[in-house]
């Protein structure tokens, strides 16, 4: 009895071809030859160039549309915001967010009807960054050193009726406000005045108030026409504070400052009387300018 041998398979390669022991194989690891010094230099640039490119765009879309840092170079919102503290300001407010009374604002001067920083001296720039400062600050990696911002706190929304008598507390729509913020040692007001803020425009004071020129000191006696900031001009609300490190903090509305203000009615400002034996006014026509002017963010 025979026995059959099996059948050998088939090689897989073609007949009269020969697999070259150098062509790799699919799937196996080949290795690379070795980069230059120079061009591990040039990718490494590149990647380098790559990231501070996209970093730059992304500063300068959130600056635009989203959050600006600002910095406080005077006193007038004392002790809330100090001299050198910076900001991260909020562009979202107003618009997709309400301004609500209480919320500190950066703005820029109205400019009517004249600038609001006329004679401020502002004109020195911080050096940090070198010759690139302008760059940084244009993309947003620093904060503005524009001339014509500032910051206050909203008193006042449109249609508010807006009061002080110069000696007790600000009355808004009728209702007495409770204002912890102000600076120690501060009044509400010294100066009196009675308002009706315009349509599309906002009430502002500086939290250390005898040394805040706000709304009070621009409106010259107009009811709240030339002393109120157009809606406009606000850049945004400030949210907290970066800089310094001990003085970061959220920058919120006091709680219970404003929840029983009524919304505002058609109501008229009252004339405030003036003291006629000595000509002084004591309404808000004519008033000396404050030692220092407002707060600016810049």
Known sequence: MSTQQPERPQDATPSGSAVDAEEPIEGEYVDEAPRSFGASILAGLREIVIVV??????????????????????????????????????????????????????????????????????????????????????????????????????????????????????????????????????????????????????????????????SRFHDDGTGGKDGSVPMSKIVGRALFIVWPIDHVTWLGVPARTFDKVPAPSSVSPTQLPTAPATGKATGPTTRPAPAKTTAKAS
């Open 53 to 214: 490119v996209l970093a730059m765009v992304l500063s300068f879309v959130v600056k635009t549309w989203l959050f600006q840092a600002f910095y406080i170079p005077s006193g007038s919102m004392e002790d809330t915001l100090v001299p050198d503290d910076r900001v991260i300001v909020s562009k979202l407010t107003p618009g997709p967010f309400e301004l609500r009374r209480g919320d500190v604002v950066v703005f820029e001067d109205p400019g009517t009807p004249r600038p609001w920083l006329q004679g401020a001296q502002y004109n020195q720039h911080s050096t940090f960054g070198g010759p690139f400062h302008d760059v940084l600050v244009f993309v947003g990696l620093l904060p503005e050193d524009s001339e014509n911002h500032l910051i206050k706190r909203v008193i006042g929304l449109p249609g508010d009726h807006v009061q002080a008598d110069g000696k007790g507390k600000i009355k808004v729509n009728g209702v007495e406000v409770t204002e912890p913020y102000i600076k120690p040692g501060d009044h509400p007001s010294d100066e009196p005045f009675d308002i009706i803020v315009p349509a599309d425009s906002v009430w502002v004071m500086g939290d250390h108030r005898s040394d805040s020129s706000d």
